[in-house]
């Protein structure tokens, strides 16, 4: 981790659509009113609002652009800089607040203690000061439907899905939908809503209750792994992530970050009631599959998943059939006939050279 010195030039990028900013609007203002003149301000709630305030980042040379929003809000920001930058190298982020979770931040200890105008401040003032530490992180690529790339830290499919649609009402009706569509407000009901979802799914898992089943269902679909299919036909879990914790210390990525190069991926396709009770293992950082199980384990270069035609939504409201299935980055879901997932760029992160 280095350190850096000196007045740095820097932009705020906030996307509007973030949970804590949709609930109290009055946010904006406040955090408008603290940027003054030491940065440029970018309220986005469209994708294209987010690539012209990238473009407005790169055209300007800012050196530090802070992200505020939810965890999601940190991928599609570092997407679309990516994007306008080109072959520039990308500025430094600072994550700030204005989702529900944050387990980017929270995970790399990057959150700044304080609520969310506290936490801007000081993220600003480091900023603006160009006194603070820069931690150099990897990411993933996730490229659905031969689209464009969209850099993240987490992808996930099944189960992953299954969770977000009961966290987020939002989520359920998009998952319902094809097609890459991150726009509209988001965020679930923060810590508390998804520990009581965990929580109730493990307890059901023991004797097979329908909520558990709901989620724990494996979803139909061929994975390889490294150009290897694996030789099952539907899995209850597929994880990709540069987050040796996916959030409420859900380890089941453990070996994130050893290698930048490869991905932790984890695939299972363990039924129901053999999953849900092996999560004390997740909490303890190891492998939930057994030798001789159909559960894959490891650090990999190219994970691709492959849907079929019609996948049921049976996390969606309707229960309809529609195009392709369900997957979910960093907290926003879409729809696709295959997704593929490699490594990403490495992107640096802004820390407070004091916490």
Do not use: K, Q
Request: proline residues 6%; contains cysteine.
């Amino acid at each position: 981790m280095s350190r850096r010195s000196g007045v740095s030039r820097v932009a705020v990028i906030v996307n509007a659509n973030a949970r804590r900013f949709v609930e109290r609007p009055e946010r904006l203002t406040t955090l408008a009113g603290l940027v003054g003149g030491r940065a440029t301000l970018h309220v986005t709630r469209t994708r294209a609002e987010l690539a012209a305030a990238a473009e407005a980042c790169r055209d300007a040379a800012a050196e530090v652009v802070l992200l505020s929003g939810g965890d999601g809000s940190y991928g599609a920001g570092a997407t679309a800089l990516a994007v306008a930058y080109g072959e520039r190298p990308l500025p430094v982020l600072a994550l700030a607040p204005g989702g529900t979770v944050g387990t980017v931040p929270r995970t790399l200890g990057l959150t700044v203690p304080g609520d969310l105008v506290t936490s801007f401040a000081r993220l600003l003032h480091a900023a603006a000061s160009g006194r603070y530490a820069i931690r150099e992180t990897p990411t993933l690529a996730v490229r659905a439907d031969e689209g464009a790339r969209r850099l993240a830290f987490i992808f996930g499919s099944g189960l992953v899905a299954r969770f977000f649609a009961l966290y987020d009402e939002r989520a359920a009706a998009r998952i319902a939908r094809a097609g890459d569509d991150f726009a509209g407000p988001s965020g679930g009901g923060g810590y508390g809503a998804a520990a009581r979802i965990v929580a109730r799914v493990f307890v059901e898992s023991f004797y097979g209750g329908a909520y558990a089943r709901r989620v724990l269902a494996p979803i139909p679909c061929t994975v390889f792994v490294d150009g290897v299919r694996l030789p099952w036909s539907g899995s209850t879990l597929v994880v990709a992530s540069v987050l040796d914790d996916l959030g409420l210390g859900m380890r089941v990525t453990w070996r994130a970050g050893e290698d930048p190069g490869r991905p932790h991926v984890v695939v299972s396709g363990l039924a129901p009631r053999t999953l849900g009770p092996r999560m004390p293992r997740v909490l303890r950082g190891r492998s939930i599959g057994d030798a001789g199980e159909p559960h894959y384990d490891g650090l990999v270069r190219h994970l691709r998943m492959e849907f079929p035609a019609r996948v049921d939504a049976a996390d969606a409201a309707d229960a309809a059939d529609v195009p392709g299935g369900p997957y979910v980055i960093d907290g926003d879901v879409g729809r696709a006939r295959c997704v593929d997932v490699t490594a990403g760029p490495p992107v640096r992160l802004l820390r407070l050279a004091d916490v």
